[in-house]
């Protein structure tokens, strides 16, 4: 026989409500019901009805996250994030991939939307607002993450990407590199950004910005280390050759390091690399990977805490964006000093 919510209440002497609550890891309630609440959910091997709880509450304790590569680690790192905090309020999250494709993001959100999620978060490829347009008027809550789109208020959390590509430019010249190149990313506020604080941080330094040494990669989520590497054996082709490069991510980075070492180049002694993600993969490489911290785990928390708050309170919040601080985490590829 399916053991219902109702027959544990009636068991241990409580209200649904209490069960409801328990199993939703609702605040007020008491740690002793708690733990006898949760005792006899595991013995009975309880599985609550969600189209049942759908019906009562009105919600479906689904939340998505479309992003434009669910293999790219920083995306991962932060679904991770996102989904222990939801998780902990009886929550699950849905993922898809854009694969950095406008028109399947679209696809991938309306198909969200279909099943009548209770909130979104969209790290968007689009470089418009017509993405945001559909989420406004279709009424469901919605987070933007990493890249945000201009002109317009929204829920957001990333990092402070004028920073991260300050920081890591500055970092390479603290080094002793004076022709520094970007491998910069598409057209999106982030890489937008990036490539401002790398340009700025030449500026201040009396250092030459030559378009030459700007090379924009064709994707930078997906197959990422391959284009990497087309972007750096651009760069190798120029008349004066670069003695650093920063990056627009880590997967970029890394595989431009393996462009500059197959071509015979010593890291960082000819060539110094930084990029910007500092994914955990990156100490496994030949030259383990210096990079700029954006705090994945951290915006993943702050995300769901957003979203939470949306789904869960009565009158909706004023919008907010939440900008973290990188932080520089040298490594082999940049040391000179």
């Known amino acids: 026989m399916t053991v219902r919510m109702k027959d544990i209440a009636k068991e241990l002497g409580l209200s649904v409500v209490t069960i409801s609550k328990v199993l939703r890891n609702h605040p007020d309630i008491a740690s002793e019901t708690r733990e006898r609440v949760l005792k006899r959910v595991k013995e009975l091997d309880y599985q609550p009805n969600l ?64 099943r009548h999620l209770d909130a979104l978060v969209i790290a968007t490829c689009a470089s418009d607002a017509k993405t945001m347009e559909r989420m406004e008027r279709s009424g469901v809550p919605y987070v933007l993450i990493d890249r945000l789109i201009a002109g317009a208020k929204h829920n957001f959390v990333g990092t402070d990407d004028y920073a991260a590509g300050r920081m890591a430019t500055e970092h390479l010249i603290a ?48 197959d990422a280390t391959q284009h990497g590497a087309e972007a750096m054996k651009r760069l ?51 030259v383990p ?4 911290d954006q705090q994945s785990a951290e915006i993943g928390r702050r995300t769901a805490q957003i979203l939470l708050d949306l789904i869960e309170t009565k009158e909706k919040p004023a919008p907010q964006s939440v900008i973290l601080e990188p932080r520089l985490i040298p490594r082999a590829s940049s040391l000179r000093r």
């Open 236 to 286: 190798l082709e120029s008349s004066e050759r670069p003695d650093a490069v920063f990056a627009f991510n880590d997967p970029l980075a890394i595989g431009a390091i393996h462009a500059a070492l197959n071509a015979g180049l010593r890291i960082p002694e000819n060539v110094a690399f930084i990029g910007c993600g500092n994914l955990h993969f990156d100490d496994l490489l030949r």
């Open 175 to 222: 080094q002793g590199c004076r022709r520094i190149a970007h491998i910069r990313g598409p057209e999106v506020a982030n890489a937008r950004e990036r490539l401002r604080g790398y340009a700025d941080a030449l500026e201040s330094n009396e250092l030459e910005y030559r378009a030459d040494w700007v090379v924009a990669a064709d994707r930078v989520d997906s």
């Open 51 to 114: 189209m049942a709880r759908s019906l009562v509450t009105g919600r479906s304790y689904l939340i998505g996250l479309v992003v434009p590569s669910l293999l790219h680690s920083f995306f991962a790192e932060v679904a991770v994030a996102i989904s222990a905090e939801v998780g902990k309020r009886g929550y699950s999250l849905l993922l898809a991939s854009s694969d950095e494709q406008p028109e399947t993001e679209q696809r991938e959100i309306q198909q969200m939307l279909a």
């Open 289 to 292: 990977l210096s990079s700029v």
